[in-house]
């Protein structure tokens, strides 16, 4: 499956990704690749493949990714290898550059997965501790 977020360079200048890692993750899953998608139909939230099917775009890789000033329609997409179980990520880490000068944020972000699909389909999954 995949997740996204969307990228917001809201400086005067040209910001370079060179990596987003999961922080603070438990369970039977991983995080596996990452890409950006450029001015995709519709923001990625959540899908059940990788890259998304419905987004008319084709995913580029994220290191070197240059998010121009001012922009606001890169989406961060992320694919999640499920396992059976619970997984949870509670922080997304993501390191950038620009000119020479080298940055790294970190988002409270708390995302889970429950698997499989049809065990948590009545009563969702438990609420992260």
Not at 61 to 88: A, C, F, M, S
């Amino acid at each position: 499956m995949s997740f996204g977020f969307t990228l917001l360079n809201d400086s005067n200048r040209p910001v370079t990704l060179d990596a987003v890692a999961a922080i603070d993750e438990s369970g039977p899953s991983m995080v596996l690749r990452s890409a950006v998608l450029h001015h995709p139909r519709s923001v990625v939230y959540a899908n059940t493949t990788y890259p998304p099917s419905d987004v008319a775009t084709a995913p580029h890789p994220l290191k070197g990714w240059v998010v121009k000033p001012h922009e606001n329609d890169d989406n961060l997409i992320l694919e999640v290898h499920v396992r059976r179980g619970i997984w949870v990520m509670r922080e997304l880490r993501l390191a950038y550059h620009a000119d020479s000068h080298h940055y790294a944020v970190t988002f409270p972000f708390t995302f889970e997965v429950c698997t499989p699909f049809k065990k948590w389909a009545k009563r969702g999954c438990p609420q992260p501790q």
